[in-house]
């Protein structure tokens, strides 16, 4: 069956409209920042199903990944039946299923969490004909993105000895040169992308109650370092990209340890992070001598916490949605609010943005379109897309299309 879904995307792959942009191939896009990369054409101005056009839409089961896409195809991650993790591919024009892979990885997640359902969490990573998958119960699969065969799989808890974290595996894994980089396993852990072997484990010491970080890893020259940023339960750090070495970490207060957010990288040197029960917070890096690096906090602002909405950066200012549910505008020199809106949206926000624009989605199913200025907050326009299926998966964009994956299905919708 795999090979007869291989051999029909072949043939529909001759339709694929191309594009300029990047594919929206990981975590967050391209770059793991949210930010649209290539293309002239800037987000419309209106939302209106004249504008904006269903392209296709399929029933899945449950499930919080993000939805990516690599060489006109779509991947989305889904919980089947309690019991199994599936990774399925779609041709990213018609919604035409092409292959479907799964494994018995399902569980149950504790607390304040089970209230939104044990679904998988991770976003997969696409990258040179491969996709990277990382599964609730701290597994790792490697897939041919073409034809969905596994090419090989770890197990963290079997290979390094851990518990499975009693969040599951949350993190995305993150592909550079030859190489993964994940925080699983109960550590940040770097992977040989071609066999799966272990290069090196850090960090195995640093985590809070329940295991593996929430957060996800970034790449960035800092201080004329080119190193790895993690955001674990406790504290924030930057690993030597070949040895796994700590050049500097500080702890990131949090309640429970729900640092949950992205490094965002401000500039040649800064971070900046939110927690939940810590506000917020930017960290500059910088290198002493002989390749010795410190972090010093520039501002913590504590209140305008964080909680798992991942913020963009537009000519200085901060543009974050707080645990308060507002949006707040803050000044990236001083951490202070500029402006915050009145009106309170949901508990989640995803944003992209291209140019001074910034579309938005919150687990409501609300779509919001709206201009960056720090003189006011300026919506464009809003459109209620999913509204009895919570959307809590990021939003993504390839090209002039938003992928949309909610609770129950996943939506394809096209700018004309």
């Known amino acids: 069956m795999k090979q007869l879904h291989a051999f029909l995307f072949s043939l529909g792959s001759i339709f694929t409209v191309s594009t300029t942009f990047a594919d929206w191939n990981q975590w967050r896009g391209p770059n793991r920042d949210g930010v649209v990369v290539g293309g002239e054409m800037g987000f419309p101005d209106s939302l209106s199903e004249e504008k904006l056009i269903k392209l ?65 969490r991770s976003t997969p990573t696409a990258n040179n004909e491969a996709v990277y998958a990382g599964g609730m119960k701290d597994v790792l699969v490697k897939f041919d993105a073409s034809t969905g065969d596994e090419l090989w799989r770890i197990d963290f808890t079997k290979r390094d000895g851990t518990d499975v974290p009693s969040f599951g595996q949350v993190g995305s894994p993150l592909y550079d040169d030859g190489h993964l980089f994940v925080q699983a396993g109960l550590a940040v852990a770097k992977i040989n992308a071609e066999t799966g072997e272990t290069i090196w484990r850090a960090m195995e010491d640093q985590r809070a109650m329940f295991g593996s970080a929430f957060s996800s890893p970034v790449i960035a020259t800092l201080a004329g370092k080119r190193q790895l940023i993690v955001q674990a339960r406790l504290n924030i750090a930057g690993l030597d990209l070949k040895t796994g070495e700590e050049l500097w970490n500080l702890p990131v207060k949090a309640f429970r340890g729900m640092n949950i957010l992205t490094p965002t990288i401000v500039g040649e040197n800064r971070i900046f992070t939110a927690s939940y029960g810590g506000g917020s917070f930017l960290f500059e890096i910088s290198q002493k001598d002989q390749g010795k690096f410190k972090i010093d906090q520039v501002w913590n602002n504590e209140k305008l916490e964080g909680y798992m909405g991942n913020p963009a950066l537009i000519d200085g200012y901060i543009y974050l949605h707080g645990r308060d549910k507002k949006l707040h505008c803050i000044d990236m020199a001083t951490g202070e609010a500029i402006w915050s809106t009145d009106e309170e949206f949901g508990e989640y926000w995803s944003m992209v943005q291209k140019a001074n624009r910034i579309l938005s989605l919150d687990q409501r199913g609300e779509l919001l379109l709206f201009e960056a200025s720090p003189d006011e907050f300026k919506p464009l326009d809003r459109r209620k897309i999913s509204p009895k299926d919570p959307t809590w998966a990021h939003i993504g964009l390839d090209g002039n299309r938003i992928l949309i994956r909610s609770l129950s299905k996943v939506t394809v919708y096209q700018w004309n």
């Open 56 to 120: 296709w839409s399929t029933p899945l089961a449950e499930g919080y990944s993000a939805p990516i896409t690599l060489n006109g195809r779509l991947y989305t991650f889904e919980t089947k039946t309690k019991e199994n993790e599936i990774l399925r591919a779609f041709s990213l024009d018609s919604g035409r299923p092409i292959w479907d892979s799964s494994w018995a990885g399902s569980m149950k997640v504790p607390f304040f969490a089970a209230k939104n359902g044990s679904w998988v």
